[in-house]
């Protein structure tokens, strides 16, 4: 393991940071994130979903 950990971006959010903490974690750019998301939230409708759940589960960075 590299010892990188998933949270939710301080510097890089919208509403709650989680595009760009995905982003960050995977290091690409962030819109690429974004984009994909509205995708799948339009056409599957778990999007909104998923997105609330990954807000409340992944943590915020230390020291913030």
């Known amino acids: 393991m590299n010892g ?7 510097t890089d959010k919208k ?19 974004r984009v994909l998301w509205i995708i799948c939230s339009l056409l599957f409708g778990s999007g909104i979903l998923a997105y609330l759940i990954c807000w409340l589960v992944i943590p915020r960075q230390p020291g913030f």
């Open 15 to 33: 509403l709650a940071g989680v595009c760009g903490g995905i982003a960050e974690f995977f290091g690409i750019d962030p819109t690429i994130i």
């Open 4 to 10: 990188k950990r998933l949270y939710l971006s301080n």
